[in-house]
């Protein structure tokens, strides 16, 4: 009877692990694999209508993408060039000039609750109010796509080349959250290495190394 008892349970055991591993095993990933990684941010930054509806080119944000390794955060100067005039949403803007003109008054300022943390890491929420400098904090944005040290990737070698950066970033004109869309493993690195050889990028023949030493150093 005992030795039923510990058969029924080991195959009770046996079956609950059979169902946690068929569920678990399309969310496996390897060590270091940050595929979906998408950190809140201190501002709700929107990729989505900066790159997908006013259609803002990457680089105009990221400055340095061609002439760097590092393809750059953009400093609070880039998004004040804009939104020095742009302080809201154009609806929340045209609702307020909408009752202005009933109540027979002028609008008044409409400015976001996101916006209004880049006026306040900057100094310029209030005009009328002196901002010690010292006192000011940046915006510390969250890096989303994180590879190795041991890797060697450099932005300007693939923006030169002709590299679309939807190629490793995905389709970032339809995200509301930045997230990591590829894996961007050793794997996946190598095999577009090999496809565009093969294929060329942008319609010019390219000769991308699949060399150990043109990553890892």
């Not at 510990?6 to 692990?17: K, N, P, Q, R, S």
């Not at 939104?83 to 949403?89: D, G």
């Not at 040290?149 to 995905?170: E, K």
């Not at 339809?174 to 894996?183: A, I, L, N, P, S």
Request: neutral net charge; proline residues 7%.
């Amino acid at each position: 009877m005992r030795e039923r008892v510990i058969t029924l349970g080991l195959l009770v055991a046996l079956f609950f692990g059979v169902l946690v591993l068929a569920k678990g095993a399309g969310e496996w990933r390897s060590p270091g694999n940050q595929q979906g990684y998408a950190p809140p941010q201190p501002i709700a930054f929107s990729h989505r209508l900066h790159a997908g509806e006013l259609a803002i080119d990457c680089q105009f944000c990221h400055v340095a993408a061609d002439n760097s390794r590092y393809a750059g955060i953009p400093t609070s100067d880039i998004c004040y060039k804009c939104h020095k005039f742009v302080t809201a949403p154009y609806a929340a803007v045209a609702e307020e000039r909408r009752k202005a003109s009933e109540e027979k008054r002028e609008p008044r300022p409409i400015v976001s609750e996101e916006l209004k943390k880049l006026y306040e890491a900057m100094g310029v929420a209030d005009p009328l109010k002196p901002v010690d400098p010292s006192s000011l904090e940046p915006i510390r944005w969250v890096r989303v796509h994180n590879l190795p040290d041991h890797v060697l990737f450099s932005h300007q070698a693939h923006v030169q080349a002709g590299v679309a950066c939807q190629r490793c970033h995905g389709p970032v004109e339809t995200f509301e959250r930045m997230y990591q869309y590829e894996t961007l493993s050793m794997g996946w690195c190598v095999h577009c290495h090999r496809e565009v050889n093969q294929t060329g990028v942008s319609g010019r023949p390219v000769h991308a190394s699949t060399d150990c030493a043109a990553c890892h150093y």
